[in-house]
């Protein structure tokens, strides 16, 4: 994990020129008309993330599994098409998250697992969070905690009004 945390860390004065990444269904991922965003859901749901950078480097966050809960992870690719996009998902670029100099990056533990990343690019802020949306029978969304998405708020103060399963307790920050 410490090398995980020394790589996001690493983000730190870098610059961000453009992000992608593969969107995944928050509601009728396994029907005729998948839905990938709605008032209901504050963040951008993904699968994997992907960052291009100055260098020409490809860094893919996403998520990796500790035991029974799943963490952030951080990777230097050569490039992002590697991802296997099917029914319920979708590639695609992403400009409405912040690129430009990242100036602050704080990482924050549960546990021993990297449950959330935030960045600050160019001033606006990027919140990276270890969970996933899941659809009720009733359609209803029900936000987990450390699960094996990849949640990217352009608001983070939206993580904190939101009801999580399990509840989302005290964080160890590392900065």
Same mark, same amino acid.
């Given at each position: 994990?410490?090398?995980?945390i020394n790589e996001f860390l690493a983000l730190?004065?870098?610059?961000?020129?453009?992000?992608?990444?593969?969107?995944?269904?928050?509601?009728? %991922? $396994?029907?005729?008309?998948?839905?990938?965003?709605?008032?209901?859901?504050?963040? *951008?749901? =993904?699968? @994997?993330?992907? +960052?291009?950078?100055?260098?020409?480097?490809?860094?893919?966050?996403?998520?990796?599994?500790?035991?029974?809960?799943?963490?952030?992870?951080?990777?230097?690719?050569?490039?992002?098409?590697?991802?296997?996009?099917?029914?319920?998902?979708?590639?695609?670029?992403?400009?409405?998250?912040?690129?430009?100099?990242?100036?602050?990056?704080?990482?924050?533990?549960? %546990? $021993?697992?990297i449950a959330e990343v935030g960045l600050q690019?160019?001033?606006?802020? *990027?919140? =990276?969070? @270890?969970?996933? +949306?899941?659809?009720?029978?009733?359609?209803?969304?029900?936000?987990?905690?450390?699960?094996?998405?990849?949640?990217?708020?352009?608001?983070?103060?939206?993580?904190?009004?939101?009801?999580?399963?399990?509840?989302?307790?005290?964080?160890?920050?590392?900065?």
């Open positions: 994990m410490r090398k995980q730190k004065d870098q610059t961000i020129r453009s992000w992608s990444g593969v969107e995944m269904a928050v509601r009728g %991922g $396994d029907g005729p008309a998948p839905e990938f965003a709605d008032q209901d859901v504050p963040c *951008l749901h =993904l699968w @994997a993330l992907h +960052a291009r950078t100055d260098s020409g480097e490809t860094v893919t966050i996403a998520t990796y599994q500790d035991d029974d809960l799943f963490g952030l992870r951080i990777d230097l690719s050569a490039g992002s098409n590697v991802d296997d996009v099917s029914h319920g998902y979708r590639r695609r670029n992403l400009p409405e998250l912040p690129t430009g100099l990242v100036r602050k990056v704080s990482i924050d533990l549960d %546990g $021993d697992v690019v160019e001033g606006h802020d *990027l919140l =990276l969070v @270890a969970g996933e +949306a899941e659809e009720t029978f009733e359609g209803r969304l029900v936000w987990r905690r450390l699960d094996e998405s990849v949640l990217a708020f352009t608001d983070p103060n939206t993580v904190e009004q939101m009801q999580w399963v399990p509840t989302r307790g005290r964080l160890r920050r590392i900065t």
